[in-house]
């Protein structure tokens, strides 16, 4: 393909962007396909002749969209939001084109200059203090894995790297709250701590980590011999969003040597927002904080902003610099990929960059403000209606709440609440998902999408409702 030929196929590409931008609200959010009915339409060997593109954006439009979920749907209510925007995608496109590999300041000096700039631009929005530094990681999985490797060298004073766990005398245990992510236990285990010492401490009434919960059990460790290396608060869960208590928890934290990573993956973002703000007090005491862009702030996946309070600790655990990859900048620069796993790193920084500059940070926060304010419509109305029931606090943009009409037993509510969800989602016209809080199945409703309007709530709420009529019928005949 010659550069003439790229900018044909690249012009029809755009115009389809732009239109399914227009009229992604008009397909079916969640696609109506069955396992195995995309595979059974792509030829099972390669091709050994090349294919004009047209044959392959057909392909594309004709086999794939219709197998696709629509994040960007504003019918979309489930997990939490993957957004993109415009000058995210536009960002995205630059990149593919210049396809650098971004793993030193010597392999593209700007990737990884424009990375500290925005990161630190991130860091003043979110409210994070100087001295703080941040580098862009793909996933909030990946920066806990590194949060924990982190923790696990300086609680081993580097041993555990050095020389093998097996070398470290004292056990090591890691502490979240029951309702934490899965990506703590992922990482516990992947980071050699062992899934026995991930201690699950209990929540309260809101869902949150009680610290004295917290202190018996790290009071207990030290008693046993075991060594407390990391402690991971969630300031929203993705169940329900609850808000773990970082000062108390930060406070233990420095009483027990343990290091302290906060787990915001969806909620950070709502961190630029003053009035917010005040829902993650204590933060700035932790030794590291996870946070995505890539789910409430605009760009599309993968980006994940990472801060850090001791590089050094970072450069510690991950350094590694083959004689292949020095140059003669390193003393004065940052390698970022001496930040974490990864070797080789996309230039994430620029879609980043083109999203905070297109819509300012005033522009960002109206976004997040909009979210939270038509959530809370949702659950005045949740609240409102006697056959229903809020099942969590709804501080940032998720609803958990429960259909409960009376006199069923808990194992009968669960069921209709599965059947009401179904019902809900059958339509396709938009899509929430479940959880279960406290052992009892809920909905969750989550408003995050960037072109989710009021109508599309009230919407939801209407069908929320007609589901509960048809369901009601289906099991009342
Ligand atoms: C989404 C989420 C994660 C995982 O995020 P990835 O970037 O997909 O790894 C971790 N923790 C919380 C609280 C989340 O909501």
């Known amino acids: 393909m010659d550069p003439e030929e790229f900018r044909r196929h690249a012009h029809a590409l755009v115009d389809w962007m732009a239109d399914y931008q227009r009229d992604v609200g008009s397909l079916p959010i969640t696609p109506a396909v069955a396992p195995g009915d995309v595979r059974r339409q792509v030829p099972h060997a390669p091709p050994d ?7 392959l954006f057909a392909d594309f439009r004709r086999v794939i969209v219709p197998g696709m979920t629509h994040w960007n749907h504003p019918g979309w209510f489930a997990y939490f939001p993957g957004n993109n925007s415009p000058p995210s995608i536009l960002g995205e496109m630059l990149t593919a084109a210049i396809g650098a590999q971004c793993m030193s300041w010597a392999t593209s000096p700007a990737a990884t200059e424009l990375e500290q700039v925005v990161m630190d631009w991130l860091r003043q929005m979110i409210g994070l203090p100087a001295g703080y530094v941040g580098v862009l990681q793909d996933t909030a999985s990946t920066a806990t894995l590194v949060a924990l490797l982190t923790a696990r060298e300086r609680a081993t004073d580097g041993v555990a790297g050095a020389r093998g766990l097996g070398a470290v005398a004292t056990p090591l245990a890691v502490y979240a709250s029951r309702e934490a992510h899965s990506s703590i236990d992922k990482a516990v285990k992947l980071a050699g701590y062992g899934l026995d010492m991930l201690r699950h401490i209990e929540v309260d009434e809101r869902y949150a980590l009680r610290p004295e919960a917290l202190a018996r059990a790290l009071e207990a460790d030290r008693a046993a011999g075991v060594r407390p290396a990391c402690v991971v608060a969630s300031v929203g869960t993705t169940s329900s969003t609850a808000i773990d208590p970082l000062r108390p928890i930060a406070e233990l934290c420095r009483r027990y040597g343990a290091w302290l990573h906060v787990d915001a993956a969806y909620a950070g973002a709502a961190a ?22 890539h789910k409430w702030l605009l760009t599309n996946f993968d980006c994940t902003a990472y801060f850090v309070r001791d590089p050094a600790a970072l450069l510690g655990t ?30 994430r920084a620029l879609k980043l960059w083109f999203v905070i500059r297109h819509y300012g940070v005033e522009g960002l926060r109206a976004v997040i403000r909009r979210h939270v304010a038509m959530a809370r419509e949702f659950a005045s109305w949740v609240e409102a209606d006697p056959d229903f029931e809020l099942a969590a606090p709804v501080p940032f943009g998720l609803v958990c709440f429960r259909w409960k009409p009376v006199g069923r037993s808990e194992a009968a509510l669960d069921a209709l609440n599965a059947r009401l969800l179904a019902a809900i989602n059958g339509g396709r016209e938009r899509f929430l998902t479940h959880t279960r809080l406290g052992g009892r199945y809920v909905l969750r409703l989550v408003v995050g999408q960037r072109t989710t309007e009021r109508e599309h709530v009230a919407a939801a709420w209407e069908s929320v409702r007609e589901g509960v009529r048809g369901v009601g019928e289906a099991v009342s005949s």
């Open 49 to 55: 002749d090349g294919e004009p593109f047209e044959t």
């Open 272 to 293: 630029i927002v003053p009035e917010l703000r005040p829902l993650f007090d204590g933060m700035e005491e932790a030794d590291s904080v996870v946070f995505n862009p």
């Open 318 to 347: 991950f350094q590694a610099t083959p004689e292949y990859l020095r140059t003669t900048y390193d003393a004065d620069v940052v390698n970022f990929r001496d930040w974490g796993i990864q070797l080789g790193r996309r230039f």
